[in-house]
């Protein structure tokens, strides 16, 4: 202490000081610099704990338990509102709650992972959902890779409304769709005993024709192996458990905007574990930057009519 008061009193050079003190230079000038003797305070300015309030720990034990999502998914779903929360503060408050598990699902598991595709490859799917008004056909459309979803309402399942919806994620999509993935319904091919029979070659299912002049190639999933078409399938049951086996619709309209506000939330917010953290809206401007060939038209200039990716017609 009596050295640095010492060099904060003296009016000598910093050379002349360091030499009888023996210190280096630097040393010396800054104690000359600081007001005070006592050392200085090390470490961040402002404390950043990771512990989490009373409030904030039972926000993320409900968060968890009300949508059972994954650990990452959960962590970048809770980042915005809780910005001092890491994965292994979650992990330990799971933990604490005994839900760090996530339950079983029932039914057969995919034997082997997808395959790796470039953005464009499509899994298709229909599926029935009810208002007060009636039922409606929910179709469906993910893509492997990006995640991006693009979804319809539509009165009636058949090859008009599906070749219908195919056209309208071609439209909206703003890369190539080099492939798409449906199941073997009348809505997409043929009855296998027609497909190959003597006048095949000379009728092409609509949606097949769709494809062609869109030089996208159509996949059908193998009879009795719905894992194939998992993708879609999943992304099937989350709407319908977010959207009417939540809630009850008195109108087409009101599932319609619940649906639209909802595949909006999972396309430009919902990061996703599958994408390291990006949303799919993110992944696709990655993609565009890196492999601008693939694309159409610029996402970025096109935000607007991404959003209709959300849209949910009548």
């Known amino acids: 202490m009596a050295v640095r008061r010492a ?54 034990v409900a968060f968890r338990k009300h949508t059972l999502l994954p650990l990452d998914d959960c962590l970048y779903a809770l980042q915005p509102s809780i910005p001092h929360l890491t994965r292994s503060s979650l992990h330990r408050c799971f933990q604490r709650h005994g839900i760090s598990r996530l339950p079983e699902a029932d039914g057969d598991k995919p034997k082997k992972k997808f395959n790796a595709y470039p953005i464009g490859y499509f ?15 929910l179709f469906v459309a993910i893509d492997r890779t990006s995640k991006f979803v693009f979804v319809q309402l539509q009165n009636k399942a058949n090859r008009n409304t599906a070749t219908a919806f195919l056209k309208a994620v071609i439209e909206t999509v703003p890369y190539k769709i080099h492939t798409i993935l449906t199941d073997n319904g009348i809505q997409f091919t043929f009855p296998a005993r027609y497909r190959n029979g003597p006048t095949a070659q000379y009728v092409t299912h609509m ?9 996208i190639e159509h996949r059908l999933t193998k009879p009795n192996h719905p894992w194939t078409n998992g993708q879609v399938e999943r992304m099937n049951r989350t709407i319908k458990d977010a959207t009417v086996k939540r809630y009850y619709y008195d109108s087409h309209d009101q599932l319609k905007a619940h649906l639209h506000r909802f595949v909006m939330a999972y396309n430009f917010a919902k990061r996703l ?17 890196n492999e601008p060939d693939r694309f159409i038209f610029d996402p970025f200039q096109h935000t607007v009519g991404l959003n209709n990716l959300g849209h949910a017609s009548i």
Request: with cysteine; aromatic share 8%; glycine share 6%.
């Open 207 to 215: 949606f097949d024709r769709c494809c062609q002049i869109n030089g």
């Open 123 to 137: 899994h298709i799917d229909i599926a029935e959902v009810r208002t007060k008004e009636g039922k409606l056909y």
């Open 273 to 289: 574990k599958a994408l390291k953290g990006l949303t799919p809206y993110e992944y696709i401007c990655k993609i565009w930057k």
């Open 7 to 60: 060099i904060q009193n003296s009016q000598e050079s910093l050379n002349v000081l360091a030499k009888r003190h023996g210190i280096n230079p630097k040393t010396v000038a800054k104690w000359r610099k600081r007001e005070f003797t006592h050392d200085a305070p090390m470490g961040p300015k402002e404390s950043h704990s990771t512990v989490l309030s009373l409030e904030e720990e039972a926000a993320v």
